[in-house]
């Protein structure tokens, strides 16, 4: 079987704010095309800075992607909605 063309491949990120505070270790997610992913998660887990990690949105609150890799296809004609 054929593997699905990915809109979005995230393979193993790390985040830290600020230099020091490490919020996100080894998080991967695979968006195919036509499908739609969920993320779910307690207060404070690392949902928000899922979403800013993959719309580079972490520099204006001083966090950086240190580890892993964010893919985006060519075919993916962007449009996500805005971390709250
Ligand atoms: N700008 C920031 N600077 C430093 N730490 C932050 C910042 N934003 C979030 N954090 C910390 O990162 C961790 C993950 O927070 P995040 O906001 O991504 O979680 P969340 O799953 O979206 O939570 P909620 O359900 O409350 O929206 C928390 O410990 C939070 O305090
Ligand atoms: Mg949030």
Redo the contacts with the bound molecule.
């Keep these: 079987m054929n593997a699905p063309n990915l809109l979005l491949n995230v393979n193993g990120i790390e985040v830290i704010?600020?230099h020091v505070?490490l919020?996100l270790k080894g998080v991967s997610l695979q968006v195919p095309e036509g499908g739609i992913v969920a993320i779910l998660?307690?207060?404070?887990?690392?949902?928000?800075?899922?979403l800013r990690a993959i719309s580079n949105l972490l520099k204006g609150?001083?966090?950086e992607v240190t580890k892993g890799m964010i893919e985006y296809s060519r075919s993916w004609r962007g449009g996500i909605a805005s971390?709250?």
Excluded: D, F, I, M
């Design positions: 704010y600020n505070a919020v998660g307690g207060n404070g887990a690392g949902k928000t800075t899922t609150e001083r966090g971390p709250t």
